[in-house]
C-alpha cells in the first residue's frame, strides 16, 4: 500500500523555524517529483514547493522564497521542509504529495496526511 | 499568475440529484486542469486531469468537460460520499501551481 506520511508540524513563535518530513513508502519516491502543499484551517489549498526526482530543481512559491527549503533523501525515501523565519500567514495542514510519473503534466496523484504548523505567540 | 475561480462557493444538493461545479482561469490553460476531492479530515484525492480524463478508481458520475478557460465538473445523481469540497488546480504555467478557493457540495 502506498503511504506518504507527513511529520513535524506543532506550535512555533513568529520568526522560529521547523523542518517537515514526509516518509513515502509502498512506492519509489525517487521515481516522482515531489511537492509540499499547504491548507490553512477552513481555507482552501495552496502550493509551496516542488522538487524534482534527484533534488537538482527546486521551485517555490513566491511568499516562501528565501525562507523555506525543499529537499530529499531518496535514499530513505523521504522529503523535506526547512521553514525559517515563520510568519502567522504560514499557520496550515502540510501536505506532501506526489506528482504523477509521466513526465510533462504537473498534478497531483496521491497525497498524504498533513501536519499542522502554528505560527503564534 | 494564473487565477482560478470557483463557483458556487457553496452548492446543497439532495441525494440523488445531479451538481455542477464550475471553474474559470484568469488566462487560457488549454486543457491543463485537474479536480479533486476533500472530506473533512483528509488529504486531497484526484477525480479528473488534462479536464476531462478520470483518474484510477473514481466512479463514471463524475465527469469535467472544458478547455482554454472556462471548465465543469459534473457529479450525476449525487451520492452519499460525494458530498466534500472539490477544488481545480491548473498545470499549464507553472510556478506557482494555482488551485481554485473550493467548491462545497452540501446536503440540501
Known amino acids: 500500500e502506498e503511504q506518504l506520511v507527513a511529520s513535524g508540524g506543532g506550535l512555533v513563535q513568529p520568526g522560529g523555524s521547523l523542518r517537515l518530513s514526509c516518509e513515502a513508502s509502498?512506492?519509489?519516491?525517487?521515481?516522482?517529483?515531489m511537492s509540499w502543499v499547504r491548507q490553512a484551517p477552513g481555507k482552501g489549498l495552496e502550493w509551496v514547493a516542488n522538487?524534482?526526482?534527484?533534488?537538482?530543481?527546486?521551485y517555490y512559491l513566491d511568499s516562501v522564497k528565501g525562507r523555506f527549503t525543499i529537499s530529499r533523501d531518496n535514499a530513505k525515501n523521504s522529503l523535506y521542509l526547512q521553514m525559517n523565519s515563520l510568519r502567522a500567514e504560514d499557520t496550515a495542514f502540510y501536505y506532501c504529495?506526489?506528482?504523477?510519473?509521466?513526465?510533462?503534466?504537473?498534478?497531483?496523484?496521491?497525497w498524504g496526511q498533513g501536519t499542522l504548523v502554528t505560527v503564534s505567540s | 499568475e494564473i487565477v482560478m475561480t470557483q463557483s458556487p462557493a457553496t452548492l446543497s444538493v439532495s441525494p440523488g440529484e445531479g451538481a455542477t461545479l464550475s471553474c474559470r482561469a484568469s488566462?487560457?490553460?488549454?486543457?491543463?486542469l485537474a479536480w479533486y476531492q476533500q472530506k473533512p479530515g483528509q488529504p486531497p484525492r484526484l477525480l479528473i486531469y488534462?479536464?476531462?480524463a478520470r483518474a484510477t478508481g473514481v466512479p463514471a458520475r463524475f465527469s469535467g468537460s472544458g478547455s482554454g478557460t472556462d471548465f465543469t465538473l459534473t457529479i450525476s445523481s449525487l451520492q452519499s460520499e460525494d458530498f466534500a469540497v472539490y477544488y481545480c488546480?491548473?498545470?499549464?504555467?507553472?510556478?506557482?501551481?494555482?488551485f481554485g478557493g473550493g467548491t462545497k457540495v452540501e446536503i440540501k
Open positions: 488546480q491548473q498545470y499549464s504555467t507553472w510556478p506557482p501551481l494555482t
Open positions: 509502498g512506492f519509489t519516491m525517487s521515481r516522482y517529483w
Open positions: 504529495a506526489r506528482k504523477i510519473v509521466v513526465t510533462g503534466p504537473y498534478f497531483f496523484d496521491f
Open positions: 488534462a479536464a476531462s
Open positions: 488566462q487560457s490553460v488549454s486543457s491543463y
Open positions: 522538487i524534482k526526482q534527484q533534488g537538482n530543481e527546486q
